[in-house]
């Protein structure tokens, strides 16, 4: 069964500095990573798709894929206070419906 | 405006009972979705249905019984409720074609709290 584990599981980082969010996964046949945003009670925001190892950017958000090591991370550039949310990483392989999530990364951005 | 409508926002209901959580989506998607994230546990997938039929279930318990009564509704009754069931249900939706890539869209979610 997969599993999605997250870190760290929470984050302050400055108004304007680099934030970076890891996630690993233990299906190394998974194929469709995705990197979600919710703000506090809020419904799921999607930030940013990979489906091949490298990196897609998507504005301010990059997601960088390495299968081999069952790793993707985000990174954020020029993290503002509204950023400020829980950012969920989810993986899947074969159904796109059956995401796994993780638990989340709570970034503060402190301004 | 919400494309994806949840109701209600918040329910308070007592072990036993029984309740119903409303989805309606207004983006013209072909299949929709049930996710529940509970206290301190990862969102976790529960249901999925395409063109109204169910498409995959994984969870394990029948008080949770999806219900379509129109292709652009998915509604989840829950019965005979316990406090184990407090979360929040999220439904989403997606416009499934050949490939895996499609994006889901999620709901503000409905917070229950079974007492």
């Known amino acids: 069964q997969q599993k999605v584990q997250q870190s760290p599981e929470s984050l302050t980082v400055s108004e304007g500095a680099m934030a970076s969010l890891n996630c690993t996964f233990s299906?190394?046949?998974?194929?469709?990573f995705r990197w979600y945003r919710q703000h506090s009670g809020k419904g799921l925001e999607m930030l940013v798709s990979?489906?091949?190892?490298g990196e897609k950017e998507e504005g301010r958000f990059t997601a960088h894929l390495n299968r081999a090591s069952l790793h993707v991370s985000l990174h954020i550039r020029e993290p503002q206070p509204s950023d400020s949310a829980v950012y969920l990483c989810?993986?899947?392989?074969?159904?796109?419906?059956?995401?796994?999530f993780g638990k989340g990364t709570k970034l503060s951005v402190k301004s | 405006d919400p494309k994806i409508i949840q109701k209600p926002k918040y329910l308070v209901a007592v072990t036993g009972s029984e309740k119903i959580l409303i989805c309606e989506q207004y983006?013209?998607?072909?299949?929709m979705y049930w996710y529940r994230q509970s206290a301190k546990k990862p969102l976790e997938f529960m249901f999925s249905?395409?063109?109204?039929?169910?498409?995959d279930n994984q969870t394990a318990s029948s008080r949770f019984q999806p219900q379509s009564s129109k292709k652009n509704h998915l509604d989840l009754q829950i019965t005979a409720l316990k406090p184990d069931d407090s979360a929040t249900y999220f439904c989403?939706?997606?416009?499934?074609?050949?490939?895996?890539?499609?994006?889901?869209?999620f709901g503000h979610g409905t917070k229950l709290s079974v007492l």
């Open positions: 989403a939706s997606s416009q499934r074609d050949k490939t895996s890539n499609e994006r889901l869209f």
């Open positions: 299906d190394g046949t998974s194929d469709n």
């Open positions: 249905y395409s063109y109204q039929k169910l498409m």
């Open positions: 990979i489906f091949s190892d």
């Open positions: 983006l013209g998607h072909n299949a």
């Open positions: 989810a993986v899947s392989g074969g159904s796109n419906a059956k995401l796994t």
